[in-house]
């Protein structure tokens, strides 16, 4: 009988070990939820196109919030943006889907350089590798030829 209880001790071992670790890893390391620490909303207009972006800062230094592009004559882009600050540029990951296609979300990467109380959106050579877009490492990214300077405005 104790052999029994000891088998079946060494197979849950591993799947509650497993159960207990990915709560872990949803809640971050110390077991506490990432706090809010500001939400800042920035707009932005070049010629007939406009946007308008909400930035979360979390106590992780994490950064999380929502970007939606409104272009003149194509359908409008609208995600979500996930990345961090690197000193004053913020590089994220946005994920978006264009116009009324809800089937395919695209996922580019974004850098914005904060001066002066502004974002100002960057442009830089971007390559793919498994799936995985990202800025060329190496490659400046172009603060002066993008069309977006982003400024803050008041969250609704």
Do not use: W
Request: proline share 3%; charged share 25%.
């Amino acid at each position: 009988m104790k052999k029994n209880i000891l088998y079946f001790v060494l197979i849950a071992f591993p799947f509650v070990y497993a159960c207990n670790s990915s709560d872990k890893k949803s809640d971050g390391a110390s077991g506490k939820k990432d706090s809010l620490l500001s939400e800042n909303c920035y707009a932005a207009v070049f010629e007939k196109d406009s946007a308008a972006m909400i930035v979360k800062t979390l106590a992780s230094g994490e950064v999380t919030g929502s970007l939606l592009v409104k272009y003149e004559e194509k359908p409008q882009n609208n995600g979500t943006i996930e990345g961090k600050f690197s000193g004053d540029t913020l590089l994220v990951d946005y994920r978006f889907k264009t116009g009324n296609d809800s089937s395919r979300v695209y996922t580019n990467p974004l850098a914005f350089l904060k001066k002066d109380g502004k974002l100002i959106m960057g442009v830089g050579q971007i390559e793919t590798t498994l799936g995985r877009s990202y800025f060329v490492k190496g490659k400046p990214i172009n603060y002066e030829a993008g069309k977006f300077t982003f400024g803050e405005v008041p969250c609704k």
